[in-house]
């Protein structure tokens, strides 16, 4: 790792350090931006990079929240969001998912898509 990020090894291994950010992203599917940001009140600040996520404080328990079970947001660490974003699959489109576990980026391409196109999901090979 060292010969990998040379000047940059030092900032990574400190970054272990660095306190976890938790987020949830919206499903766009079933619920729109302004219900949403009006319904859940413990939004934090947008994950930068993804319009649909947003930091949620430590307290915050979103999995037994009511609306998590209904699917109007998705559970997902922030960084996680950023390979699709990068991606920006359209609809229509077909996109080979090879890394889809636990589905997080997964669910985020069918979102982006519209759900039209096709998502292949491989969530585990070669073991």
Known sequence: MKMLLVEDYER??????DQNHKAIRRNPLKIDMHTF???????GDKVPWCDESYYIDDEHRPGKDLFYHCGLFYIQE?????????????????VLDLCAAPVG????????????????TIRDCCH
């Open 12 to 17: 990574f291994i400190n970054s272990f350090q």
């Open 37 to 43: 940001e009006s319904t859940i009140d413990y939004l």
């Open 78 to 94: 922030p960084s996680a969001s950023f390979p699709v974003e990068l991606l920006n699959p359209r609809p229509g489109e077909t």
């Open 105 to 120: 980026k997964t669910t985020q391409i069918g979102a982006k898509m519209a759900n039209t196109g096709f998502v292949i």
